[in-house]
Nanobody, 128 residues
Framework: QVQLVESGGGLVQAGGSLRLACAAS????????MGWFRQAPGKERWFLAA????????HYADSVKGRFTISRDNANSTVYLQMNSLNPEDTAVYYC?????????????????????WGQGTQVTVSS
């Protein structure tokens, strides 16, 4: 069982930045590919970014490419999402998730059902 805890959310003005962190309760986070998703009220959970178990490969949704950066620190069992140039449309609950590592397939990792463990989420609100 892997427990994931997100932190770093909050209220920020448009154009600002936030850095989300996802702390895992497992020593061998390197056994998992990791992803970040978000869900706005009344909408489906939406893929943002994924990173391979080693950190060597990443994949982003077009809507956040160039603004968001996913990274990981396996030694400290933590995954990050740096978010820049935020706008009100980025307002949502942000979730991290873990998928047992395999071939880093961007199509696979865009699908929420591929992830085995999820955090409780952290709220991000961007004011205009």
């Amino acid at each position: 069982q892997v427990q994931l805890v997100e932190s770093g959310g909050g209220l920020v003005q448009a154009g600002g930045s936030l850095r989300l962190a996802c702390a895992a309760s497992v020593r061998t986070l390197s056994s998992y590919d990791m992803g970040w998703f978000r869900q706005a009220p009344g909408k489906e959970r939406w893929f943002l970014a994924a990173i391979s178990w080693s950190g060597r490969s990443t994949h982003y949704a077009d809507s956040v490419k160039g603004r968001f950066t996913i990274s990981r620190d396996n030694a400290n069992s933590t995954v990050y999402l740096q978010m820049n140039s935020l706008n009100p449309e980025d307002t949502a609950v942000y979730y991290c998730a873990a998928a047992p590592f395999g071939t880093f397939d961007s199509t696979r990792l865009r699908q929420p059902r591929q992830y085995e463990y999820w955090g409780q989420g952290t709220q991000v609100t961007v004011s205009s």
